[in-house]
């Protein structure tokens, strides 16, 4: 059994916490306020952005996962969400005395800048253009420099339960699909971004530095949104321009998720597909 730490526990993190709680082992969740935390999960105050509400870590913690997410798409909230947030806490196991085996931290894909459908994968430039990426980028730096054992997954698009967008603008009328050559997204389902995690974690061997978390199906976006609108028997939305900032804010790669998959980790959502069917499922 093991002592875990999931700084940040929120909408990936807080299913990490049950599935490791239904495993045996003793969570604590590290967030603002206790309210809303899982069955099971043991509350820790504090605020990942203010130190000096970081000195009550619980004792003896084995593993440390940070989860955060920025509560907005602006320049301050991501430097202060990861960059502050992941130095403040690795300062605070330090000073408090912690020696977890590994440090587990989730960033994103748009560290990479490729555009033009690329496959990327671990080893791939990165080169982020726009200050998300960039933060996550040098938030990742700092983790790996830092003294602790640490491993970093790249997450795709995370959707699953409340994070039903897509479904929502095909059914609503909204959704439109770019013209021009296909745009390649990548995704992952929040079931699989956290049991992801747990087997890293769980693994008999020790994980690598960096993973890409994404499923096995990079999909032009246009192909999503045809199958979603062939599911609600609605007509396949219209060809039309994004605007200008959606246009920025998204490149077109195609992630590998072989790294991950050569773990002996298997996804129950291995592609939109079924990840998206469980939604419409739930819906119903």
């Given at each position: 059994m093991a002592r875990v730490l999931i700084a940040g526990c929120g909408y990936v993190g807080g299913i990490l916490g049950q599935m490791l709680v239904a495993d045996g082992h003793q969570v604590w969740g590290l967030r603002r306020g206790a309210a809303g935390l899982p069955e099971g999960i043991r509350p820790v105050r504090g605020d990942l952005t203010r130190a000096e509400t970081l000195g009550g870590l619980p004792e003896g913690i084995d593993f440390a996962f940070f989860t955060a997410g920025a509560k907005s798409r602006d320049e301050m909230a991501y430097r202060s969400t990861y960059l502050d947030g992941i130095g403040n806490l690795l300062r605070a196991l330090g000073e408090q005395g912690e020696r977890p085996r590994r440090v587990f931290f989730t960033s994103s894909t748009s560290v990479y800048a490729q555009k033009r459908g690329e496959w990327v994968d671990e080893e791939s430039v990165?080169?982020?253009?726009?200050?998300s990426g960039d933060i996550l980028l040098l938030s990742e730096r700092l983790l790996l420099a830092s003294s602790f054992p640490a491993t970093v997954l790249r997450l795709g698009g995370i959707y699953g339960p409340g994070r039903t967008s897509l479904i929502e603008r095909v059914r609503g009328g909204t959704a439109l699909r770019r013209p021009g050559p296909p745009h390649y997204t990548n995704r992952i389902h929040r079931y699989d971004a956290a049991g992801?995690?747990?087997?890293?974690?769980?693994?008999?061997?020790?994980?690598?530095?960096?993973?890409?978390?994404?499923?096995?199906?990079?999909?032009?976006?246009?192909?999503?949104?045809?199958?979603?609108?062939?599911?609600?028997?609605?007509?396949?939305?219209?060809?039309?321009?994004?605007?200008?900032?959606?246009?920025?804010?998204?490149?077109?790669?195609?992630?590998?998720?072989?790294?991950?998959?050569?773990?002996?980790y298997r996804f129950r959502y291995p592609s939109y597909r079924e990840g998206y069917e469980a939604l419409l499922r739930e819906g119903d």
């Open positions: 990165t080169a982020p253009t726009r200050f992801a995690l747990r087997h890293l974690m769980t693994r008999a061997s020790e994980p690598e530095n960096l993973y890409l978390g994404v499923d096995g199906e990079p999909a032009d976006e246009s192909e999503v949104l045809c199958w979603l609108a062939d599911r609600l028997g609605r007509p396949y939305p219209p060809e039309g321009e994004t605007s200008s900032a959606a246009r920025r804010g998204t490149g077109s790669k195609r992630c590998r998720n072989a790294r991950l998959l050569a773990t002996g």
